[in-house]
């Protein structure tokens, strides 16, 4: 890893500025893109959700594109926590997800506790911590983040993967799932699983934040924001029967907020723990969305993929869950 990539975590969330990176934590507003990135890329127009991001094709034609109106955002560099903020303000801001008093749950890919994030199995902390910060920043009443390791115990792959240090910096708090706070829900949208047994206080949570990374999977071919919903469950080995339709239902019930895809340190080979640092590529890039379908879709092109490629996305897709076009969406694109 280079002495650029190797930050110190510490100094550095004690020292940053947002309003040095040209942004604040309430994200870019519509109005003024000063000190911003300028964009290099724009599809066209897509409907959004919020209303205040609905734009039709004859308003787009007829105004330049501003931050803040993308319904996706690719930021490139080498600074995993701007690059994270750059992306969320490109799509509307922390605060578009995030009101004043909300109880918030990050969910990060937290697999096993084998391996440092550099090995590309874990989310980076500084993604984590980035996101806990702008959380924080906008009014969260409380940030948690969590995730439910197959690999070890949550304590020590917390503490192995950087991102329990990096939390507590940042002023968040790390839970482990407790197996007493799993309870059986309804899946209204399920295909073929109409329910399964979630771990209650995500699905309780105002706001749930999806940042898991990107990386190769055996079974899956690639684990993204969707496949990161497995983390939320138990009996997870019952999933692997029709496994694409039933990571499609688990999604539909969660249904995260804002996905942020950890595409610093891609895992390209031998998911999903990894172990070898020859099959981990420097990608240097994040992806946000509100969409979890889009997110993945555009994730999948880091390893030549398209998102058809990848049996739970057109599966999320035809279930309403979001868009794999991502021709038919507007798209910012910068490096930071």
Not at 300 to 320: E, H, N, V
Request: proline share 4%.
């Amino acid at each position: 890893m280079s002495k650029k990539n190797d930050i110190n975590r510490r100094e550095f969330l004690r020292t940053i500025s947002l309003a040095g990176a040209g942004i604040t934590l309430a994200g870019c507003s519509r109005q003024s893109t000063a000190g911003l990135p300028t964009p290099v890329s724009s599809a066209a127009t897509a409907t959004v959700g919020d209303e205040n991001t609905q734009l039709s094709s004859e308003e787009t034609a007829n105004s330049t594109p501003t931050y803040g109106d993308a319904l996706l955002a690719i930021a490139h560099g080498e600074n995993p926590a701007e690059m994270t903020m750059r992306a969320i303000a490109a799509i509307g801001g922390i605060e578009r997800f995030v009101q004043n008093g909300a109880d918030v749950i990050v969910k990060p890919n937290i697999c096993t506790d084998y391996y440092t994030y550099e090995y590309g199995a874990t989310t980076n902390p500084d993604v984590v911590a980035a996101i806990v910060q702008l959380c924080n920043g906008a009014g969260a009443k409380r940030v948690r983040v969590m995730d439910n390791p197959f690999g070890g115990t949550a304590l020590s792959a917390y503490k192995r993967s950087g991102i329990e240090d990096a939390v507590i910096v940042a002023g968040g708090e790390m839970e482990v799932m407790n197996n007493n706070k799993f309870r059986k829900n309804a899946i209204p949208e399920g295909v073929d699983i109409r329910e399964w047994i979630f771990y209650q206080d995500i699905l309780d949570a105002d706001v749930v934040i999806n940042v898991p990374i990107a990386k190769d999977h055996g079974t899956t071919r690639l684990t993204l924001g969707c496949k990161n919903m497995m983390g939320t469950i138990l009996n997870r080995g019952q999933i692997h029967s029709n496994i694409y339709q039933r990571i499609a239902d688990l999604t539909s019930r969660v249904r995260p907020a804002l996905t942020v895809v950890d595409g610093i340190r891609t895992l390209m080979r031998g998911g999903p723990t990894g172990g070898n640092l020859d099959d981990v590529k420097l990608s240097n890039t994040i992806i946000a969305s509100a969409d979890v379908v889009a997110a993945d879709s555009q994730a999948a092109t880091l390893f030549g993929l398209k998102g058809g490629d990848i049996g739970y996305i057109p599966t999320a897709a035809a279930m309403g869950l979001g868009t794999m076009d991502l021709d038919a969406i507007k798209i910012e694109e910068f490096s930071v």
